[in-house]
């Protein structure tokens, strides 16, 4: 009689935790699930993009963007010269200046088959129009030399750190 009320309280006690489990991942979530599309609000964009190459992830010659070339894009003077063009052409935003604003910012953008650069964004920001800045500088840059994959030139994006630091 007593191993049988033993087994009871054990097939008791295992019910009672099974039932413990199953309803602690139980999801019971107050929210109502929404099927389909739903609109959200915009958030702003640091500047005007393309979104049909966002969307269909081509370049402005209609041809695919690749992320990883065999054949990196190199900006004339290669990095010694990009270096240079941001000596000469990045400035320090006062406001950043202002409130010790410092850090890398991250810069995304295309360089199209023919060199030029469309739809930079920014990745990663630091705010004290630093991001608006280094958005300026990469829209101004000159052409660069096109990725290459498989012997054939092609669109490719670039994902670009802009550190700022002040002395």
């Given at each position: 009689m007593k191993i049988n009320k033993m087994k009871i309280n054990k097939i008791t006690w295992i019910s009672a935790v099974c039932l413990l489990l199953f309803s602690a991942s139980c999801d019971l979530a107050t929210e109502q699930e929404i099927e389909g599309p739903t609109q959200v609000e915009a958030k702003p964009s640091m500047g005007p993009t393309n979104i049909a190459a966002r969307i269909n992830d081509v370049g402005k010659d209609g041809k695919s963007i690749f992320d990883v070339t065999e054949v990196q894009p190199n900006p004339p003077g290669g990095m010694e010269g990009w270096n240079k063009y941001l000596q000469e052409?990045?400035?320090?935003?006062?406001?950043?200046?202002?409130?010790?604003?410092?850090?890398?910012?991250?810069?995304?953008?295309?360089?199209?088959?023919?060199?030029?650069?469309?739809?930079?964004?920014?990745?990663?920001?630091i705010g004290g129009g630093a991001d608006e800045e280094a958005l300026r500088v990469v829209r101004n840059s000159p052409n660069w030399t096109p990725a290459q994959q498989r012997d054939q030139v092609v669109n490719s994006r670039m994902r670009l750190p802009i550190r700022f630091k002040l002395s």
């Open positions: 052409n990045l400035t320090y935003p006062a406001e950043a200046k202002r409130n010790g604003v410092e850090g890398t910012v991250i810069v995304v953008f295309v360089i199209n088959s023919d060199g030029s650069i469309s739809d930079p964004e920014i990745l990663r920001g």
